[in-house]
């Protein structure tokens, strides 16, 4: 799913100027605009008091934090959706800190198509968000079966090289065939997947890029 018809602002925080650099070549303007980038907890908080974000992007370790509890400050005190990278070593116990509040994962190093894909599925996750705020109904109910969707949906993108689109496509099929909620698909799939401890070493669909970014 590409979005469209607005831009999305984003807050890059990263202590290394090439994994910087990288990422913010790999945002086209015409969808994320604008880019802030900083390179320390303290001062993404200060931006943050400052500006809402709808997507904030967390190369961990920073320099006077890991980065965990930034990301899970993001998704608890404000609207925009948050994503973690995090060295592959790493990838396990982090994602197991931060899944529950809804900060996405990802291990480094990584493909250019993952880092390219994944503010897509970012924007994905904010559009969800938004509408279901304009509606105001039964908001925090809404917002929890969608976070643990895209979860889900994270975890097809990771383990079977699924696009967002793909990801989103099988779990309604899933929930159409067998009768039962999206919620319930999602729970199977995390269920399924999360007993793996090294994400990245399951093989990916033909045709799925693998050209690693050095920078990470």
């Known amino acids: 799913m590409v979005c469209q018809e607005r831009t999305y602002s984003v807050l890059l925080v990263s202590a290394g ?13 015409s969808l994320y ?9 303290g001062e993404a908080r200060r931006a943050m008091m400052g500006k809402q974000y709808d997507m904030v992007l967390i190369n961990a370790p920073l320099p006077d934090d890991f980065g965990v509890q930034l990301a899970i400050d993001v998704c608890a005190r404000s609207d925009a959706v948050a994503l973690l990278f995090v060295r592959n070593e790493l990838f396990q116990e982090v994602y197991d800190k931060v899944t529950e509040h809804g900060v996405l994962t990802l291990s480094k190093p990584t493909s250019t198509q993952m880092v390219t894909h994944s503010p897509q599925v970012l924007c994905a996750v ?3 968000l938004r509408r279901l705020g304009e509606k105001q109904a039964s908001v ?7 976070r643990l969707v895209n979860r889900a949906k994270w975890t097809l993108i990771q383990f079977l090289g699924m696009s ?3 990801a989103h496509r099988y779990i309604e099929k899933q929930a159409m065939d067998n009768r039962i909620s999206r919620r319930e698909v999602a729970k199977r799939v995390l269920h399924t997947y999360n007993a793996d401890p090294q994400p990245w070493t399951q093989p990916l669909r033909p045709g799925f890029a693998m050209s690693e970014i050095s920078a990470f």
Do not use: H, N, Y
Request: no cysteine; proline share 9%.
């Open 164 to 166: 967002e689109e793909e």
């Open 17 to 29: 100027e090439k994994f910087a650099q990288t990422v913010m070549g790999l945002l086209p303007p």
């Open 33 to 41: 605009w604008p880019v802030t980038v900083v390179k320390s907890t």
């Open 140 to 146: 925090d109910e809404k917002i929890q079966e969608i």
């Open 126 to 128: 904010r559009e969800r």
